[in-house]
């Protein structure tokens, strides 16, 4: 009795697990983005059905499909062993040929010889290969739409119930930006089958990319309502508030904080696969949640400790949470072990930035930086930052570099200008007091910067007086020619006759103009009369004033 029951269970359990590894659950997995599960159902049906060609099929497409989401170059490979060990399974089983025409796309060749093979080995009757091969074109790593929707409609004209079908109908469209149609064909796909909640999905995401947020939210809700557990709907949701946040500072804080929430969620309803874990790096990356990023990648570590986007992510996060010497190790480890094409800009400028944290690899952090500008030019916006904090530091050599790779930025602001002429003014004041006789390219460099910055804005009046300061240590010390003077004189007439709310905050400034224009009068022009009237303007401000009280007096013994 004790042996007839184990048998009978033991066949149970047997048939439980082939039912549990059914292709229909692989596909439901896929669906779901549980991917890893999905690929673990196939696999295993490959090695017990050796010669059903439809498991390697999806086995392949699977590994397509994720290969650009993961960006895994590597899974293009496996695509393709896939299709083959499925053409020798079944050589007359056309999917597979379709999907070694889609591994010609991914790879920019021509698929033509395998589409036709496959379209050869069809019946008249079936719809599926010129549906995989409309999904293919439309999937390409370039998208071949045109050539897609040839195959689409071929298929359509075969068979106009196929909810799959229209979902790929949509996604030509949209790709086309033609939102209405996409629209259309989405709505029909779940029309035809209400369990096909993909469509759905695809229906908020075209709210979502417009911008309809509030609708977007909903449709994706409606989604929930149907099926709490599908794990796609909370990934749109958490995406979609993480763009709503943006729209409104008051509500950033919270909008932010649900787009974390659905992300989890969307976590605890998939695998936690490696990949899956890479996916969601690169939402805690967008979303600046840094201490989840860097909790994630050290969670990916254990899963992989050589993947270059672990790395990648580690680099990142110790960055942002301030352990600026792992940050350095870790991207250059991952720079060490990548192929040069999948190094970003931003790796070599989160290098340059932690490299610049430690003083003595200031000219390693400035060259990563500079080459991460030159990849990227908005990637400049940076040193504005590392500028301000050398020049605080009174460190103007390396601020005035820092400087001039920030105003490379397409976006840059007209104060790094400012801080660019300073830093510059400043290194040669500094090397003169050395007595380092510094050389007037310095100070050249110093008034190109001013010079910029009040042609864009005419009114900054601290422009026009450094150039006023700029140009008098320019002059002929022995001979003065008088080259500060038009800029003296435009700072004057902005802060007494332009801005005339500015004088009593600028007597400074203006007691410095006016002895030098006194002065210039006095001794180049030898218009002693309008040298008093500068100098008169100086005691005003100033009684005790010595350089004016001592002029007043040479003018008026010379009478």
Not at 37 to 44: D, E, H, P, V
Not at 163 to 170: D, E, I, S
Not at 240 to 249: G, P, R
């Amino acid at each position: 009795m004790n042996k007839a029951v184990k048998i009978t269970l033991g066949l149970i359990l047997v048939g439980s697990a082939v039912f549990a590894q059914s292709l229909t659950d692989a596909r439901k997995a896929i669906d779901a983005e549980q991917y890893q599960k999905g690929k673990a159902i196939l696999n295993s049906l490959t090695s017990s059905q050796p010669t059903n060609a439809e498991n390697f099929f999806y086995l392949g497409n699977l590994y397509l499909t994720t290969s650009s989401i993961y960006i895994r170059p590597d899974y293009i490979d496996s695509a393709k062993t896939a299709f083959s060990k499925g053409i020798t399974a079944n050589a007359e089983y056309a999917l597979n040929y379709v999907g070694l025409g889609a591994v010609e796309l991914a790879k920019k060749g021509s698929p033509k010889a395998n589409f036709d093979k496959a379209i050869s080995l069809t019946k008249k009757k079936d719809h599926m290969t010129d549906l995989y091969i409309g999904r293919a074109y439309v999937n390409a790593p370039t998208p071949m739409i045109s050539e897609g929707l040839v195959h689409l409609e071929k298929a359509k004209a075969l068979n106009d119930k196929d909810a799959q079908l229209y979902l790929v109908l949509g996604d030509a469209y949209r790709t086309l930006q033609k939102n209405g149609e996409a629209f259309s064909a989405y709505r029909s796909a779940f029309d035809l089958d209400k369990t096909f909640l993909r469509s759905k999905v695809e229906l908020g995401k075209i709210n979502k990319m417009s911008k309809a947020f509030p609708e977007a939210n909903e449709e994706f809700n409606s989604v929930i309502a149907l099926d709490a557990n599908y794990a796609p709907a909370y990934r749109e949701l958490a995406e979609t508030y993480y763009l709503w946040a943006w729209e409104s500072k008051k509500e950033y804080a919270d909008r932010m904080q649900k787009a974390l929430q659905f992300y989890e969620k969307y976590m605890d309803l998939t695998d936690r696969s490696l990949d899956s874990r890479l996916r969601h790096a690169d939402f805690l990356f967008l979303a600046k949640d840094f201490k989840s990023l860097e909790r994630e990648a050290n969670e990916m570590a254990k899963l992989d400790k050589v993947n270059p986007r672990v790395l990648r992510y580690l680099a990142y996060s110790a960055f942002e949470n301030g352990n600026f010497a792992s940050t350095a190790q870790a991207l250059k480890e991952f720079i060490s072990k990548v192929e040069p094409s999948r190094i970003i800009p931003q790796d070599y400028l989160y290098l340059g930035r932690a490299q610049m944290k430690d003083t003595t690899m200031f000219t390693e952090g400035m060259a990563n930086i500079t080459k991460a500008v030159e990849l990227d030019s908005s990637n400049a916006v940076v040193m504005s930052e590392i500028g301000q904090s050398l020049y605080k530091a009174k460190k103007y050599v390396e601020a005035a570099k820092a400087y001039e790779i920030a105003i490379k930025n397409p976006e840059r602001a007209l104060l790094d200008y400012y801080w660019l002429g300073m830093s510059y003014y400043f290194t040669y004041g500094a090397q003169k007091a050395a007595n380092l006789n510094p050389p007037k390219d310095l100070l050249v460099k110093a008034d190109t910067a001013f010079s910029y910055l009040v042609q864009r804005s005419p009114t900054t009046q601290a422009g026009w007086q450094y150039r006023g300061r700029i140009n008098r240590l320019m002059d002929d010390e022995n001979d003065s020619q008088g080259l500060a003077v038009p800029f003296y004189e435009r700072y004057v007439n902005l802060v007494t006759v332009e801005k005339p709310e500015l004088a009593a905050k600028s007597s400074v400034g203006l007691i410095e103009a006016y002895n030098y224009l006194g002065s210039v009068a006095a001794r180049k022009d030898g218009n002693n009369v309008k040298a008093k009237e500068y100098f008169d303007k100086v005691l005003a401000l100033d009684p005790a004033n010595v350089t004016a009280t001592q002029a007043v007096k040479a003018i008026d013994g010379s009478k």
